[in-house]
C-alpha cells in the first residue's frame, strides 16, 4: 500500500477556451518563440566561429534584452517576456544535453514546427481559480479552461499547446500531490507481451486487441490528402510554378480556402486518431497496474522497429500501436500506486523460450503464432508464452537484485517458484482464454479461434 503522506509530481492537462483576441495573442508567441529559438542559435554560432566565446543561457539573455529594445525587433516588446525566458533556458539545456550525449545537436525550427509555449505561475499571488477554470498568463489576460478533476498540489507552470485541429489546451505541472491509496492487487505479478497485432498478452491468458485507430480512417486520410496535393497543384500553377519540380528555396504558396479547410479535415483527422489511442492506451495501463504488484514488460526498441523494420505498413503500425507511450504510462502508473515495474532485456528469448520445460526452440519464425515444443510436447501461443517468460524473467531479475524496492509485502519469490517447473504459475489461465477489448473501462470479450488452435495442436 502506499503511504498516505507521499506526495508526487504530476500533470494536468486540460481544455482552453481563449477568446479570438487571447487565440491571436497566444498564435503571435508561437511564431515569436520559434524566432528566438532560431536568433539564439545563430547567434551562438557566430559567436564561437568569430570570437571562440560559447554564450550561455545568462549571456544570450542579456542579449535579448537589447533585441528588444532595437527598433527592427521592437515588435518583441509588445508580447511577454516569460515564454522567450523559457525558451532561452530550454535552448541552454539542449546545448547540455548534445555536449553530454545524451541528445542531437540543436537545430533551426522550421515555420509550423513550434506549437507550445510555457509559462510560470507566480506562487506569490494566486493565478489559477481552480473552481471556475480561469488562468491568468502574462500578457494574454484570464484564460478560461474546462474542469474535467479536481488540481491537486502545487501547480508550478503551464504549457499551452495548439493541436492540429486548432484547439488549445494547457498543461498544468504540480507539485505535492498526495498519492493515491493503492488497492490491494489480485495478483503477485503479471508479464505483458506487447506487441502489434494484438496491443498486449498477459500472462494470465487475457489477450487485448489492437484497435488500429491510424488503420481505420487511413482510406479517409488518404482521400483528404490527395485532395491537397491537387489543391497545392492549382496554388502553384497559380503562381507560375511547376508543380512536377521543387518549389524555390524560399517560397510560399497562397492557400486558399479551400486548401485550409482541407488542412483543417486532416488535423481534426489526426487528432481524433490520436485522442482514441490515448483512450484505449490508459484504459490498458490502468487496467495491468490495478491487476498485480509486480508487473515485468519487456525492453523493446521501438524507434527501431519505426525506422528500420519491414514495409512502409509495417513501421506505420509501429507508430499506431504507441508501444513507448505503454512503457511511459506504465512506469509512472506502478510508481504512483506503489508497484513494482520490471523491465526484461530485449534479447531475452521470450518468444522462444518453452514456459512449459525451458527448452529454446531456434528455430521460430516472426509469422508462427503457434508452435509445438520438440522436448516436452507442449503447444503454445506465441504471445501468452512470451507473456509468462517475461513474468518469470522479471521476477528472476527482482530477486537478484535486492535493491530494488518491492511494495505490497511481496517478497522476491512471490508465486514464482513455479518458474522452474514445468507447470504455469498459478492463476494462469488457459491458452484459449476469451480476448478481451477495452472499452470506457468496461472489457468486452470475444473467443479466440479455438477450433483452429486445436487443430494445431492435434498436428
Known amino acids: 500500500?502506499?503511504?498516505?503522506?507521499?506526495?508526487?509530481?504530476?500533470?494536468?492537462?486540460?481544455?482552453?477556451?481563449?477568446?479570438?483576441?487571447?487565440?491571436?495573442?497566444?498564435?503571435?508567441?508561437?511564431?515569436?518563440?520559434?524566432?528566438?529559438?532560431?536568433?539564439?542559435?545563430?547567434?551562438k554560432e557566430a559567436a564561437w566561429r568569430e570570437e571562440g566565446v560559447r554564450l550561455n543561457g545568462i549571456a544570450l539573455s542579456r542579449e535579448f534584452t537589447a533585441l528588444r529594445q532595437a527598433q527592427d525587433t521592437a515588435w518583441l516588446a509588445t508580447l511577454p517576456r516569460e515564454p522567450f525566458k523559457q525558451v532561452l533556458r530550454d535552448f541552454d539545456r539542449a546545448w547540455a544535453n548534445f555536449f553530454a550525449g545524451r541528445a542531437k545537436r540543436p537545430r533551426r525550427k522550421k515555420r509550423g514546427s513550434v506549437a507550445a509555449v510555457r509559462f510560470t505561475l507566480d506562487q506569490r499571488r494566486p493565478l489559477v481559480d481552480r473552481e471556475r477554470g480561469r488562468v491568468q498568463l502574462d500578457g494574454v489576460g484570464k484564460v478560461r479552461f474546462r474542469v474535467t478533476q479536481p488540481l491537486e498540489g502545487r501547480l508550478r507552470s503551464v504549457t499551452v499547446r495548439r493541436n492540429a485541429a486548432g484547439q488549445w489546451h494547457a498543461t498544468f505541472t504540480a507539485d505535492g500531490v498526495q498519492a493515491p491509496a493503492a488497492a490491494p492487487a489480485a495478483l503477485p505479478a503479471i508479464g505483458v507481451d506487447l506487441g502489434l497485432k494484438d496491443t498486449a498478452a498477459l500472462s494470465t491468458g487475457t489477450v487485448v486487441a489492437a484497435p488500429k485507430h491510424l488503420a481505420a480512417q487511413l482510406a479517409r486520410l488518404r482521400r483528404y490528402q490527395r485532395r491537397f496535393a491537387r489543391q497545392r497543384d492549382a496554388a502553384a500553377r497559380r503562381q507560375g510554378l511547376d508543380p512536377a519540380k521543387p518549389l524555390p528555396k524560399g517560397t510560399r504558396l497562397a492557400s486558399?480556402?479551400?486548401?485550409?479547410?482541407?488542412?483543417?479535415?486532416?488535423?481534426?483527422?489526426?487528432?481524433?486518431?490520436?485522442?482514441?489511442?490515448?483512450?484505449?492506451?490508459?484504459?490498458?495501463?490502468?487496467?495491468?497496474?490495478?491487476?498485480?504488484?509486480?508487473?515485468?514488460?519487456?525492453?523493446?526498441?521501438?524507434?527501431?522497429?519505426?525506422?528500420?523494420?519491414?514495409?512502409?505498413?509495417?513501421?506505420?503500425?509501429?507508430?499506431?500501436?504507441?508501444?513507448?507511450?505503454?512503457?511511459?504510462?506504465?512506469?509512472?502508473?506502478?510508481?504512483?500506486?506503489?508497484?513494482?515495474?520490471?523491465?526484461?532485456?530485449?534479447y531475452y528469448p521470450s518468444s522462444k523460450t518453452c514456459s512449459g520445460c525451458g527448452a529454446i526452440h531456434a528455430a521460430l519464425q516472426l509469422g508462427d503464432r503457434a508452435w509445438t515444443c520438440g522436448a516436452c510436447g507442449a503447444a503454445h501461443d506465441r504471445d501468452h508464452n512470451a507473456a509468462i517468460n517475461i513474468e518469470r524473467e522479471g521476477l528472476r531479475l527482482l530477486a537478484n537484485n535486492s535493491s530494488t524496492p518491492r511494495s505490497g509485502g511481496i517478497d522476491a519469490r512471490g508465486e514464482s517458484a513455479s518458474a522452474a517447473g514445468s507447470?504455469?504459475?498459478?492463476?494462469?489461465?488457459?491458452?484459449?482464454?476469451?480476448?478481451?477489448?477495452?472499452?470506457?473501462?468496461?472489457?468486452?470479450?470475444?473467443?479466440?479461434?479455438?477450433?483452429?488452435?486445436?487443430?494445431?495442436?492435434?498436428?
Request: hydrophobic fraction near 40%; avoid cysteine; aromatic fraction near 4%.
Open 423 to 459: 507447470s504455469p504459475p498459478a492463476g494462469h489461465a488457459a491458452l484459449d482464454e476469451p480476448r478481451t477489448e477495452l472499452s470506457r473501462g468496461k472489457p468486452r470479450t470475444r473467443q479466440r479461434a479455438g477450433q483452429e488452435q486445436a487443430r494445431r495442436r492435434e498436428g
Open 256 to 346: 486558399s480556402a479551400r486548401m485550409k479547410r482541407t488542412q483543417a479535415a486532416i488535423g481534426r483527422l489526426h487528432v481524433r486518431v490520436a485522442d482514441a489511442r490515448r483512450d484505449h492506451q490508459h484504459q490498458l495501463t490502468a487496467h495491468v497496474v490495478r491487476l498485480a504488484n509486480v508487473i515485468a514488460i519487456e525492453d523493446l526498441a521501438v524507434k527501431a522497429m519505426a525506422r528500420g523494420m519491414g514495409r512502409r505498413a509495417f513501421r506505420r503500425s509501429v507508430g499506431d500501436a504507441g508501444l513507448g507511450e505503454i512503457r511511459r504510462q506504465l512506469t509512472y502508473k506502478a510508481k504512483w500506486h506503489g508497484r513494482t515495474l520490471a523491465v526484461v532485456d530485449r
Open 1 to 43: 500500500m502506499t503511504d498516505s503522506t507521499t506526495t508526487l509530481e504530476r500533470a494536468y492537462r486540460v481544455r482552453l477556451r481563449p477568446t479570438p483576441a487571447q487565440a491571436r495573442t497566444l498564435q503571435r508567441l508561437l511564431g515569436a518563440k520559434r524566432f528566438v529559438w532560431n536568433w539564439a542559435l545563430a547567434r
